[in-house]
Every structure is written in structure tokens, then in C-alpha cells.
């Protein structure tokens, strides 16, 4: 299902119903008369009938991810879902709204209304990064994959060692080091941010934190002039081109590990508050029927 296809799917369809379903929600609201002692609120018929268009919907919408996994399911196409989730989640905060006529107060029922924008709002990011991000990681792999990544990786290592072999005792300690102490996606925040945590050891700089890459193709370039052969001047220029593409090919790798983070970061907020706002929808209702 491509990203963009989510808005644009049957013609934008769903957006129409969302639109429907917001007029009809706004004329239900408007259709309550204030007076002093009763103003709109979700204890009128209808606020009861705007409640329970969005209690239907809240269960609707986390229907999604069951629907996903579903391949023989006949009852429409994943794409439509995708689209009605994105244009109904939309009215479902209007829905929302409009039932509790912006009554709030610390109870279950304005926590169940903030964990329900809070889906929404993380729904919304889900939707930025899957419109923006594949397009930039598709751009970023060029063709390739990670484990064609991780084969040239291997074959420029594989390289830096073989030359490096001809190289003084601090090149080749400073070739291995750059090698084993090259860090990627070590931790969330770093795949997030793109960090680089590596290390290299420099010869009589010792162990350096800061763009490693960077400090071994500076150590043989101020090195290539003051090298005392022409042979050992080729072996730095060798190393430095390899060093040169070892640095762009482990930004590639940091970058597509940064997007594939994006794109799943935010399931680890929208699912598990989806199925807190289950829950206190629930007491929501309990407590409505029950001990209103």
C-alpha cells in the first residue's frame, strides 16, 4: 500500500464521510438548547448519541491492526481501512468534543478524552512519517539493502586490513581499532538521532570519541606528505580512499537506521495508549450507566 494512496484511496471517500459525520455531530450539538440550568453536555439525548458514535468509532479504529493481519478477510481492503482510520480518527476528536461540551475535571472521563488525543496526535505523527520518510529512505538506499550494505562493509574492512599490513606498527593499530570500535544503532536514541558513538585510537592521541571517520582520513592526510617512501606515501593514499568510503557507506547505514526508527517509534506510544483508552472508555461507561 503506498503512503500517499492512504489520503487519496476511493476517490477520498472517506474524507467525505468524515465531513458528513462532523455536519451531523455539530447540527446534534447545536440542536440542544442552553438554558441556565441545563447547558449542551453529554447527559442530553443528544450528547448520549454523540457518545455513542464515538465510543463505536473508538472501537472501530483499534480494529485496524487485527484487520492488518487478516490477509483472507474479505470485509474491505487494508488500504480502505488505512484511509476511513486516518479521516475518521480525524472527526473523532470533533465527536469527542462535542459530547462532553468541553465539560473537563479530573476523573476518568477527561482521562479517557486525553488518552483518546493522544492516539489521535500520535496517529497524526504515524501519518506525517509515512507520507515524508520512505520516499527519503528509498532516496538514501540507492538501490541497495542492508545486507548488501553489510557485504560491502565487509569487503572495505577486509581491504583496510590488507593494507594496513604494509603500513608502521600506529597505522595498522589505528586501521584495527577505527574497525572494532565502530559503533551502529547502539542504543534507540542513537538509531532516533543518528548518532555516531565509534572510536578510533590514535596514534599518541589516544582513544577518540568524536567522528571517528573523520579523525583517521585527517590523521593520513596530514601524514601522506611526511611519509618517508613513495610506497608508504600509496599505502596511506589506499587507506585514506578506503577510510573515505567506509565513512560515507556507515552514514548511510546511521541514516536508514535513523528513518526505520522514525517510522517505528511511534507504535510504542499509539498502541499501548490505545489500549489504555479502551480500558478507561469502559469505566467511562460503567460509570455513566451505573453510578451517573
Known sequence: MQSKGL??????????????????????????APTGLQPPNGGTWQGYTLGTIGACLIVWLSLLGIRKRRYSSRIGTVAGWAS??????????????LHCAW????NVHTLAYALMCGVIGSGLYGLFV????????????????????????????????SVAAKADADTQTMGLSAQSLTAIGESIWAQLWGLDRSRVNLPKQGLVSNADQEAVIDYLA???PNARTRREAEVLNDLMDLFGRRRVL?????????????????????????LALLVALSIHIVVVFFYW
Open 7 to 32: 489520503l487519496t484511496h476511493g476517490g477520498r471517500r472517506y474524507l467525505w464521510w468524515a465531513v458528513l459525520l462532523s455536519v451531523v455531530s455539530l447540527a446534534l450539538y447545536y440542536t440542544q
Open 84 to 97: 476511513a482510520h486516518v479521516y475518521l480518527g480525524l472527526a473523532l476528536l470533533l465527536v469527542a468534543t
Open 103 to 106: 465539560q473537563f475535571g479530573w
Open 130 to 161: 509515512y507520507l515524508r520518510l520512505p520516499q527519503a529512505q528509498a532516496h538514501n538506499r540507492a538501490g541497495k539493502d542492508r545486507d548488501a550494505w553489510i557485504d560491502e562493509l565487509r569487503s572495505i574492512d577486509t581491504d583496510i586490513q
Open 222 to 224: 596530514r601524514h601522506i
Open 250 to 274: 556507515l552514514s548511510r547505514m546511521r541514516e536508514d537506521l535513523r528513518l526505520s526508527a522514525h517510522l517505528k517509534i511511534w507504535l510504542f506510544f499509539h498502541v499501548p495508549m490505545t
